[in-house]
């Protein structure tokens, strides 16, 4: 089964999907690239994040496009696919009145670990998602904390080289969010597995990813590392202690792309330019008699990016 396992093979790529149902398209022409680590499936709700982690399951196919995952082909190679690949679905529709340990046992059943290896791997990953003494006690009794954490364990319990997690922090609280991020990326870090997470939360994104994918109306619109994607911009913010019309103008004289916002400025110099902004913005505020409360380099971040291709 041709699984990748060098480090430099991307673990799921994407060219062009379509995926429409009726006349609404879900996916309209998604194109990326996901490497090893944990990467953040960033969008809205209906982006059509959903939709793509059931094409990579091989559950529904692209109408367009070319899907590979650890380099197969999931619309032909499904069941293979499956194999090595745990997903923890948003809803809790479980059955409530089964036991967690025997939902986890099942499901790896259902991946092909035979029955005595899928009992052993059931209470392993109960016990390493915190609820080792809570396994035996039935789905339907448990806490919305607690009933992710057992998707959480059935979708790491047959040993898969990718997960998909879908919404994992969804209906928790602060408090159970931080914990269940860090269990994530504990994980991930002790397993060495790679994870696809899907969220509407930038914090989550932030907080644990290596990368993100970001989602709107059907399309990625920006991908990447998140070192890559946020971070200094070249610019600067200057906050000032009265009104920033005069250095404003100051600046535009001397080729400061200047923005006013309240009474700080951000600066950006042209392209290619040598401009030394620290230096040119305390000049300015020397001739214009301005005094400057807060000076800092400035930073994109990724808010910027999801409210600028949001828009």
Same mark, same amino acid.
């Given at each position: *089964? %041709?699984?990748?396992?060098?480090? =430099?093979?991307?673990?799921?790529?994407?060219?062009? @999907?379509?995926?429409?149902?009726?006349?609404?398209? =879900?996916?309209?022409?998604?194109? #990326?690239?996901?490497?090893?680590?944990?990467?953040?499936?960033? $969008? =809205?709700?209906?982006?059509?994040?959903?939709?793509?982690?059931? *094409?990579?399951?091989?559950?529904?196919? +692209?109408?367009?496009?070319?899907?590979?995952?650890?380099?197969?082909? +999931?619309?032909?190679?499904? %069941?293979? &696919?499956?194999?090595?690949?745990?997903?923890?679905?948003?809803?809790?529709?479980?059955?409530?009145? /089964?036991?967690?340990?025997?939902?986890?046992?099942?499901?790896?059943?259902?991946?092909?670990?035979?029955?005595?290896?899928?009992?052993?791997?059931?209470?392993?990953?109960?016990?390493?998602?915190?609820?080792?003494?809570?396994?035996?006690?039935?789905?339907?009794?448990?806490?919305? $904390?607690?009933?992710?954490?057992?998707?959480?364990?059935?979708? /790491?319990?047959?040993? %898969?080289?990718?997960?998909?997690?879908?919404?994992?922090?969804?209906?928790?609280?602060? &408090?159970?969010?931080?914990? *269940?991020?860090?269990?994530?990326?504990? !994980?991930?870090?002790? #397993? $060495?597995?790679?994870?696809?997470?899907?969220?509407?939360?930038?914090?989550? /994104?932030?907080? @644990?990813?290596? =990368?993100?994918? !970001?989602?709107?109306?059907?399309?990625?619109?920006?991908?990447?590392?998140?070192?890559?994607?946020?971070?200094?911009?070249?610019?600067?913010? @200057?906050?000032?202690?009265?009104? %920033?019309?005069?250095?404003?103008?100051?600046?535009?004289?001397?080729?400061?792309? &200047?923005?006013?916002?309240?009474?700080?400025?951000?600066?950006?110099?042209?392209?290619?330019? +040598? !401009?030394?902004?620290?230096?040119?913005?305390?000049?300015?505020?020397?001739?214009?008699?301005?005094?400057?409360?807060? *000076? &800092?380099?400035?930073? !994109?971040?990724?808010?910027? @990016? #999801?409210?600028?291709?949001?828009?």
């Amino acid at each position: *089964m %041709p699984v990748v396992t060098s480090p =430099a093979d991307p673990i799921v790529t994407g060219a062009g @999907i379509v995926k429409r149902y009726g006349n609404r398209a =879900a996916l309209d022409g998604a194109s #990326f690239t996901i490497n090893h680590g944990v990467t953040g499936l960033l $969008g =809205a709700n209906g982006a059509g994040k959903t939709t793509l982690f059931g *094409m990579l399951l091989g559950l529904h196919h +692209p109408d367009e496009g070319q899907l590979s995952v650890l380099g197969m082909d +999931p619309r032909r190679s499904g %069941p293979q &696919v499956r194999t090595v690949v745990g997903y923890s679905p948003e809803h809790h529709s479980l059955p409530p009145d /089964i036991r967690a340990h025997d939902l986890v046992r099942h499901v790896a059943e259902v991946h092909g670990l035979p029955s005595r290896d899928a009992t052993a791997r059931a209470s392993d990953a109960l016990w390493q998602v915190g609820l080792g003494e809570e396994r035996f006690r039935p789905f339907g009794t448990m806490s919305t $904390g607690q009933k992710q954490r057992v998707k959480l364990a059935q979708a /790491i319990a047959h040993d %898969p080289k990718l997960v998909l997690l879908d919404e994992p922090t969804d209906g928790l609280d602060p &408090v159970q969010r931080d914990d *269940m991020l860090a269990l994530i990326r504990r !994980i991930s870090a002790e #397993f $060495g597995l790679d994870v696809i997470l899907s969220s509407h939360l930038l914090e989550e /994104i932030e907080r @644990i990813c290596d =990368a993100a994918v !970001i989602v709107a109306e059907g399309r990625v619109v920006r991908s990447g590392r998140l070192d890559e994607l946020v971070g200094r911009d070249g610019g600067v913010s @200057i906050d000032l202690d009265r009104d %920033p019309t005069n250095l404003a103008a100051w600046l535009r004289e001397r080729g400061v792309n &200047v923005d006013v916002v309240g009474l700080g400025l951000q600066l950006t110099r042209p392209s290619g330019s +040598p !401009i030394a902004l620290h230096d040119l913005a305390r000049d300015g505020a020397v001739a214009c008699e301005v005094g400057i409360r807060r *000076m &800092v380099d400035s930073t !994109i971040r990724l808010e910027d @990016i #999801f409210l600028e291709v949001s828009a």
